[in-house]
Protein backbone atom coordinates (compact mmCIF):
# COMPACT_ATOMS: atom_id res chain seq x y z
CA UNK A 1 0.00 0.00 0.00
CA UNK A 2 1.61 3.26 -1.21
CA UNK A 3 1.17 6.12 1.31
CA UNK A 4 1.35 9.70 0.52
CA UNK A 5 2.35 12.55 2.55
CA UNK A 6 1.97 16.34 2.11
CA UNK A 7 4.27 17.81 3.90
CA UNK A 8 4.01 22.13 3.44
CA UNK A 9 6.46 23.38 5.19
CA UNK A 10 6.66 26.90 7.34
CA UNK A 11 8.05 28.60 4.16
CA UNK A 12 6.17 27.15 1.93
CA UNK A 13 7.72 24.43 1.29
CA UNK A 14 5.67 21.44 -0.62
CA UNK A 15 6.88 17.77 -0.29
CA UNK A 16 5.28 14.64 -1.20
CA UNK A 17 6.23 11.60 0.25
CA UNK A 18 5.67 7.83 -0.04
CA UNK A 19 6.71 4.49 1.07
CA UNK A 20 9.07 2.81 -1.48
CA UNK A 21 8.40 -0.93 -3.16
CA UNK A 22 12.25 -2.14 -2.46
CA UNK A 23 13.36 -3.08 1.18
CA UNK A 24 14.04 0.27 2.56
CA UNK A 25 10.76 2.33 3.67
CA UNK A 26 10.55 6.21 3.92
CA UNK A 27 9.74 7.67 7.27
CA UNK A 28 7.53 10.87 7.86
CA UNK A 29 8.02 11.68 11.20
CA UNK A 30 6.69 15.06 13.00
CA UNK A 31 6.21 17.07 15.95
CA UNK A 32 6.70 20.42 17.94
CA UNK A 33 10.61 21.24 19.43
CA UNK A 34 12.02 25.22 20.14
CA UNK A 35 8.06 27.02 20.09
CA UNK A 36 7.70 25.56 16.37
CA UNK A 37 7.18 22.98 14.39
CA UNK A 38 9.31 20.54 12.62
CA UNK A 39 9.14 17.71 9.47
CA UNK A 40 11.52 14.66 8.54
CA UNK A 41 11.31 12.71 5.57
CA UNK A 42 14.11 9.67 5.89
CA UNK A 43 14.75 6.40 3.47
CA UNK A 44 15.93 3.62 6.46
CA UNK A 45 16.15 -0.09 6.21
CA UNK A 46 14.69 -0.61 9.77
CA UNK A 47 11.11 -1.54 10.73
CA UNK A 48 10.63 0.85 13.07
CA UNK A 49 11.26 4.52 12.77
CA UNK A 50 14.07 6.77 14.65
CA UNK A 51 11.29 10.11 15.54
CA UNK A 52 12.22 8.00 19.43
CA UNK A 53 15.96 9.11 19.32
CA UNK A 54 15.91 12.05 17.35
CA UNK A 55 13.16 13.49 20.12
CA UNK A 56 15.80 12.60 22.93
CA UNK A 57 18.52 14.36 20.52
CA UNK A 58 16.11 17.15 19.83
CA UNK A 59 15.40 17.77 23.27
CA UNK A 60 19.14 17.66 24.65
CA UNK A 61 19.88 20.07 22.55
CA UNK A 62 16.91 22.42 23.54
CA UNK A 63 18.13 22.10 26.60
CA UNK A 64 21.48 23.80 25.96
CA UNK A 65 20.32 26.77 24.02
CA UNK A 66 16.50 27.26 24.74
CA UNK A 67 16.29 30.76 26.13
CA UNK A 68 12.99 29.89 27.50
CA UNK A 69 14.14 27.41 29.66
CA UNK A 70 15.43 28.22 33.24
CA UNK A 71 17.66 24.90 33.47
CA UNK A 72 19.47 25.03 30.03
CA UNK A 73 22.66 25.92 29.94
CA UNK A 74 22.76 29.00 27.69
CA UNK A 75 19.83 30.77 30.62
CA UNK A 76 22.19 29.71 33.43
CA UNK A 77 24.77 31.39 31.62
CA UNK A 78 22.78 34.21 31.09
CA UNK A 79 22.18 34.21 35.05
CA UNK A 80 25.62 33.99 35.68
CA UNK A 81 25.45 30.65 37.01
CA UNK A 82 29.08 30.23 37.77
CA UNK A 83 28.34 26.44 38.15
CA UNK A 84 27.20 25.83 34.88
CA UNK A 85 29.10 23.44 32.66
CA UNK A 86 29.11 24.10 28.96
CA UNK A 87 28.22 21.67 26.88
CA UNK A 88 28.63 20.94 22.86
CA UNK A 89 26.40 22.37 21.30
CA UNK A 90 26.64 25.53 23.41
CA UNK A 91 30.16 25.76 22.90
CA UNK A 92 29.87 24.84 18.95
CA UNK A 93 26.98 27.66 19.02
CA UNK A 94 29.32 29.70 20.58
CA UNK A 95 32.64 29.38 18.08
CA UNK A 96 30.55 29.62 15.09
CA UNK A 97 28.61 32.72 16.00
CA UNK A 98 31.73 34.39 16.74
CA UNK A 99 33.41 33.65 13.48
CA UNK A 100 29.70 34.91 11.55
CA UNK A 101 29.73 37.91 13.62
CA UNK A 102 33.63 38.69 12.32
CA UNK A 103 32.70 37.91 8.94
CA UNK A 104 29.85 40.14 9.01
CA UNK A 105 31.29 42.98 11.04
CA UNK A 106 28.64 42.42 14.07
CA UNK A 107 25.34 42.37 12.06
CA UNK A 108 25.66 38.78 13.61
CA UNK A 109 25.91 38.96 17.27
CA UNK A 110 24.34 36.17 20.04
CA UNK A 111 24.61 39.12 22.83
CA UNK A 112 21.87 40.99 20.55
CA UNK A 113 19.63 39.62 23.94
CA UNK A 114 18.99 42.80 25.74
CA UNK A 115 17.94 44.62 22.43
CA UNK A 116 15.77 41.94 21.38
CA UNK A 117 13.57 41.37 24.50
CA UNK A 118 13.33 45.89 25.12
CA UNK A 119 12.07 45.42 21.44
CA UNK A 120 9.60 42.62 21.97
CA UNK A 121 10.82 39.76 20.14
CA UNK A 122 12.82 37.68 22.62
CA UNK A 123 12.20 36.19 25.55
CA UNK A 124 10.76 38.70 28.38
CA UNK A 125 8.83 41.32 28.39
CA UNK A 126 8.96 44.03 25.97
CA UNK A 127 9.13 48.04 26.51
CA UNK A 128 7.16 50.89 25.06
CA UNK A 129 9.12 51.52 22.21
CA UNK A 130 9.26 55.08 22.84
CA UNK A 131 10.90 54.15 26.26
CA UNK A 132 13.43 51.78 24.99
CA UNK A 133 17.23 53.16 26.38
CA UNK A 134 19.03 51.87 23.05
CA UNK A 135 22.26 53.79 23.90
CA UNK A 136 22.34 52.21 27.51
CA UNK A 137 21.38 48.81 26.18
CA UNK A 138 24.51 48.85 24.15
CA UNK A 139 26.69 49.06 26.18
CA UNK A 140 25.85 45.25 26.86
CA UNK A 141 25.99 44.23 23.67
CA UNK A 142 28.79 43.17 21.32
CA UNK A 143 30.07 39.92 20.52
CA UNK A 144 33.61 41.28 21.22
CA UNK A 145 32.86 41.64 24.97
CA UNK A 146 32.29 37.92 26.52
CA UNK A 147 35.60 35.59 26.09
CA UNK A 148 35.63 31.67 26.48
CA UNK A 149 38.58 30.84 29.11
CA UNK A 150 39.41 28.02 30.62
CA UNK A 151 35.96 26.10 29.66
CA UNK A 152 33.84 29.54 30.93
CA UNK A 153 31.93 32.07 29.90
CA UNK A 154 34.17 35.22 30.70
CA UNK A 155 31.95 39.48 30.45
CA UNK A 156 33.41 42.43 30.19
CA UNK A 157 29.46 42.86 32.10
CA UNK A 158 27.47 40.82 33.93
CA UNK A 159 24.22 41.85 32.17
CA UNK A 160 25.33 40.34 28.72
CA UNK A 161 22.62 38.39 27.60
CA UNK A 162 23.01 35.73 24.72
CA UNK A 163 20.04 34.72 22.28
CA UNK A 164 20.41 31.59 20.16
CA UNK A 165 17.23 31.79 18.21
CA UNK A 166 19.14 33.10 14.90
CA UNK A 167 21.11 30.08 14.87
CA UNK A 168 19.85 27.35 17.44
CA UNK A 169 16.87 26.00 14.96
CA UNK A 170 19.45 25.79 11.78
CA UNK A 171 22.24 23.96 14.38
CA UNK A 172 18.80 21.73 15.50
CA UNK A 173 18.51 20.91 12.05
CA UNK A 174 22.13 19.70 11.43
CA UNK A 175 21.87 17.71 14.65
CA UNK A 176 19.02 15.54 13.17
CA UNK A 177 20.81 15.62 9.68
CA UNK A 178 23.91 14.19 11.63
CA UNK A 179 22.33 11.73 13.68
CA UNK A 180 20.29 10.33 10.40
CA UNK A 181 23.99 10.14 8.21
CA UNK A 182 24.99 8.49 11.64
CA UNK A 183 22.33 5.61 11.15
CA UNK A 184 23.20 5.22 7.52
CA UNK A 185 20.48 7.63 6.58
CA UNK A 186 21.74 9.00 2.56
CA UNK A 187 17.88 10.26 1.71
CA UNK A 188 16.43 12.46 3.84
CA UNK A 189 14.65 16.01 4.82
CA UNK A 190 14.55 17.86 8.03
CA UNK A 191 12.69 20.40 8.45
CA UNK A 192 12.45 22.54 12.07
CA UNK A 193 10.39 25.98 11.94
CA UNK A 194 10.85 26.45 8.03
CA UNK A 195 14.85 25.41 8.51
CA UNK A 196 16.08 22.29 6.08
CA UNK A 197 18.54 20.80 5.23
CA UNK A 198 18.26 17.66 2.04
CA UNK A 199 20.82 15.07 1.06
CA UNK A 200 19.87 12.23 -2.00
CA UNK A 201 16.48 11.83 -3.04
CA UNK A 202 12.78 11.54 -2.17
CA UNK A 203 10.69 8.54 -2.33
CA UNK A 204 10.07 9.11 -6.21
CA UNK A 205 14.00 8.97 -6.80
CA UNK A 206 13.55 13.22 -7.54
CA UNK A 207 15.81 15.45 -5.79
CA UNK A 208 14.08 17.36 -2.91
CA UNK A 209 12.14 20.55 -4.00
CA UNK A 210 12.05 23.43 -1.36
CA UNK A 211 9.59 26.76 -1.60
CA UNK A 212 10.60 30.17 -1.39
CA UNK A 213 7.93 31.99 0.09
CA UNK A 214 6.85 35.47 -1.76
CA UNK A 215 7.51 38.16 1.25
CA UNK A 216 4.10 38.91 2.10
CA UNK A 217 2.81 40.79 5.48
CA UNK A 218 1.02 38.43 7.08
CA UNK A 219 1.85 37.38 10.92
CA UNK A 220 -0.95 34.72 10.94
CA UNK A 221 0.58 32.75 7.82
CA UNK A 222 -2.36 32.40 6.12
CA UNK A 223 -1.35 34.58 2.90
CA UNK A 224 1.17 32.66 1.32
CA UNK A 225 2.06 32.15 -2.37
CA UNK A 226 5.26 30.39 -3.24
CA UNK A 227 8.28 32.73 -5.21
CA UNK A 228 10.27 30.01 -6.45
CA UNK A 229 10.62 25.99 -6.63
CA UNK A 230 14.06 25.15 -5.61
CA UNK A 231 15.58 21.36 -5.70
CA UNK A 232 17.98 20.94 -2.97
CA UNK A 233 20.11 17.67 -3.31
CA UNK A 234 23.03 18.13 -0.81
CA UNK A 235 22.72 21.37 1.46
CA UNK A 236 20.53 23.51 4.07
CA UNK A 237 18.39 26.60 3.43
CA UNK A 238 18.03 28.91 5.75
CA UNK A 239 15.45 32.03 5.57
CA UNK A 240 14.78 35.39 6.96
CA UNK A 241 12.41 37.90 6.44
CA UNK A 242 10.36 40.65 8.33
CA UNK A 243 7.03 39.93 6.94
CA UNK A 244 5.88 37.12 9.72
CA UNK A 245 7.29 38.58 13.02
CA UNK A 246 6.40 42.10 13.39
CA UNK A 247 4.10 44.24 15.18
CA UNK A 248 2.14 47.65 14.57
CA UNK A 249 2.27 50.61 17.09
CA UNK A 250 0.96 54.27 16.47
CA UNK A 251 0.70 53.38 12.71
CA UNK A 252 4.54 52.22 12.53
CA UNK A 253 5.79 49.20 11.52
CA UNK A 254 8.66 47.40 13.94
CA UNK A 255 10.13 44.27 12.69
CA UNK A 256 11.92 41.64 14.49
CA UNK A 257 15.72 41.61 13.28
CA UNK A 258 17.52 43.91 15.82
CA UNK A 259 20.68 45.47 14.42
CA UNK A 260 22.81 44.63 17.27
CA UNK A 261 25.33 47.41 16.28
CA UNK A 262 22.59 50.12 16.32
CA UNK A 263 19.78 49.55 18.57
CA UNK A 264 16.88 49.54 16.14
CA UNK A 265 15.02 47.28 13.92
CA UNK A 266 16.01 47.32 10.56
CA UNK A 267 14.41 49.45 7.89
CA UNK A 268 15.69 48.91 4.33
CA UNK A 269 14.56 47.64 1.23
CA UNK A 270 15.68 44.06 1.49
CA UNK A 271 12.22 41.81 2.60
CA UNK A 272 13.44 38.48 2.34
CA UNK A 273 17.12 36.76 2.54
CA UNK A 274 16.95 32.92 2.00
CA UNK A 275 20.86 31.26 2.25
CA UNK A 276 22.14 27.96 0.64
CA UNK A 277 24.88 26.63 2.87
CA UNK A 278 26.42 23.18 3.20
CA UNK A 279 25.01 23.12 7.00
CA UNK A 280 21.94 24.39 7.88
CA UNK A 281 23.58 26.27 11.24
CA UNK A 282 25.80 28.61 8.96
CA UNK A 283 22.74 29.37 6.58
CA UNK A 284 20.26 30.43 9.89
CA UNK A 285 23.07 32.88 10.74
CA UNK A 286 23.92 34.09 7.47
CA UNK A 287 20.23 34.86 6.36
CA UNK A 288 19.97 36.89 9.79
CA UNK A 289 23.24 38.52 8.99
CA UNK A 290 22.17 39.56 5.72
CA UNK A 291 18.58 41.04 6.70
CA UNK A 292 20.85 43.42 9.13
CA UNK A 293 23.40 44.33 6.54
CA UNK A 294 20.68 45.04 3.27
CA UNK A 295 21.32 43.89 -0.13
CA UNK A 296 24.80 44.91 -1.37
CA UNK A 297 26.61 44.34 1.06
CA UNK A 298 25.03 40.40 1.50
CA UNK A 299 25.52 40.17 -2.05
CA UNK A 300 29.55 41.07 -1.16
CA UNK A 301 29.80 38.86 1.37
CA UNK A 302 27.98 35.82 -1.11
CA UNK A 303 30.19 36.26 -4.13
CA UNK A 304 33.25 35.93 -1.80
CA UNK A 305 32.46 32.77 -0.51
CA UNK A 306 32.01 29.82 -2.65
CA UNK A 307 29.92 27.75 0.03
CA UNK A 308 27.39 30.10 0.35
CA UNK A 309 24.42 31.04 -2.45
CA UNK A 310 21.35 33.27 -1.61
CA UNK A 311 17.97 34.04 -3.07
CA UNK A 312 17.35 37.58 -1.97
CA UNK A 313 14.11 39.07 -2.77
CA UNK A 314 14.10 43.07 -2.28
CA UNK A 315 12.03 46.27 -3.71
CA UNK A 316 13.57 48.91 -6.02
CA UNK A 317 12.93 52.36 -5.69
CA UNK A 318 9.63 52.64 -7.32
CA UNK A 319 8.45 49.77 -4.70
CA UNK A 320 8.48 46.73 -7.18
CA UNK A 321 9.69 43.27 -5.61
CA UNK A 322 12.84 42.33 -7.28
CA UNK A 323 14.76 39.28 -6.77
CA UNK A 324 19.32 38.37 -5.97
CA UNK A 325 19.84 34.79 -7.88
CA UNK A 326 23.18 33.80 -7.40
CA UNK A 327 24.52 31.52 -10.57
CA UNK A 328 24.39 28.05 -8.59
CA UNK A 329 20.72 28.61 -7.28
CA UNK A 330 19.78 29.89 -10.68
CA UNK A 331 20.39 26.21 -12.39
CA UNK A 332 18.70 24.86 -9.45
CA UNK A 333 15.57 26.23 -9.86
CA UNK A 334 12.36 24.23 -11.07
CA UNK A 335 10.97 25.45 -14.83
Known amino acids: MKKIFYLYLLLGVLILSSCQTNSNKYYFDEGQIFGTFYHIVYEHSSDKSLHEEVMLKLNDFDLSLSTYKPQSIISRVNSNDTTVVLDTYFLTTLKRGEEISKITNGAFDMTVAPLVNAWGFGFKNKLDPEQIPVDSLLEVVGYQKVRLIAGRVVKEDPRIMFDASAIAKGYG?????????QQGVTNYMVEIGGEIRAKGKNDKGRIWRVGIDKPIDDPSTMSREIQEVIQLENGALATSGNYRQYYIKDGK????????RLGY????????????????????????????LGLEKSIEIVEKDSLLDAYFIYTDSLGNYKSYVSDKIKEAIVK
Open 253 to 260: KYAHTIDP
Open 173 to 181: VDVVADFLE
Open 265 to 292: PVQHSLLSASVFAPDCMSADAYATSFMV
